[in-house]
């Protein structure tokens, strides 16, 4: 299985600061399948990106995402109060689909 | 508009079968690409995935759940059915299903169901 491996564990954070979230995968990951999602305590997984780099419907366009083969990126632009939450990171490629431990966003 | 909604029960019994389905539209599980998978996420944890039946009804389930999980579909009726087996209290967890198309790497997510696994 491809296992992903997020960095870092937590981030504290200012509004108005730019951030970006890493995920490493153990073998490479095609760019159309690879996910991040934004998750935000008692509600399920919000779709930010997908395919690597596109936005989700009704997703702001100062959360980007970019990478290739094991190393992906989510930046955030800006950050805003809304933004707390845990982010992870997801292949959805190979059998079993895997996702990152998750990096703690608080701001 | 593509949408997935999640029934079935909200408590079970250990040792009980639980028996979930997604009721999808917008788009057919008939079409080359297509596939549904379901997912669960336990309370304070990652998500997880179960399992994934694609267009051409080929099924792929988790290595940690295999034995335990069945997966089919119905595409008259646009429904996705999951069936574990024999629950124990480590599977309470909020089920969710989801739709990916192979082409574009789209993917769509249900609302979730949350399923309580006790006696």
């Known amino acids: 299985e491809i296992v992903l491996t997020q960095s870092p564990g937590t981030l504290s954070l200012s509004p108005g600061e730019r951030v970006t979230l890493s995920c490493r995968a153990s073998?490479?990951?095609?760019?159309?399948?690879f996910a991040w999602y934004q998750q935000r305590p008692g509600q399920a997984p919000r779709l930010l990106i997908y395919?690597?780099?596109f936005r989700a419907i009704g997703i702001p366009d100062r959360f980007s995402g970019s990478g290739s083969g094991t190393d992906f990126s989510l930046t955030i632009s800006g950050l805003e109060p809304a933004d707390f939450g845990v982010y992870y990171c997801?292949?959805?490629?190979?059998?079993?689909?895997?996702f990152g431990q998750g990096t703690k966003v608080e701001i | 508009q593509i949408t997935l909604e999640e029934s079935g029960p909200s408590l079970v019994k250990p040792t009980q079968t639980l028996t979930l389905t997604c009721s999808f539209s917008?788009?057919?599980?008939?079409?080359?690409?297509?596939?549904v998978a379901w997912l669960r996420q336990p309370p304070g944890k990652a998500p997880e995935w179960l399992a994934v039946?694609?267009?051409?009804?080929?099924?792929r389930y988790s290595p940690a759940l295999k034995g335990r999980l069945t997966i089919t579909k119905d595409t008259s009726r646009n429904q996705v059915v999951l069936k574990v087996t024999d629950v124990d209290r480590v599977d309470t967890a909020t089920h969710f299903c989801?739709?990916?198309?192979?082409?574009?790497?789209?993917?769509?997510w249900g609302r979730g169901i949350l399923v309580t696994v006790s006696s």
């Open positions: 395919s690597t780099s």
């Open positions: 073998e490479s990951v095609r760019s159309t399948y």
């Open positions: 989801v739709h990916s198309q192979t082409a574009s790497g789209r993917i769509y």
């Open positions: 039946v694609y267009w051409d009804d080929d099924k």
């Open positions: 997801q292949q959805y490629e190979m059998s079993p689909w895997t």
């Open positions: 917008g788009f057919s599980l008939n079409s080359v690409g297509a596939s």
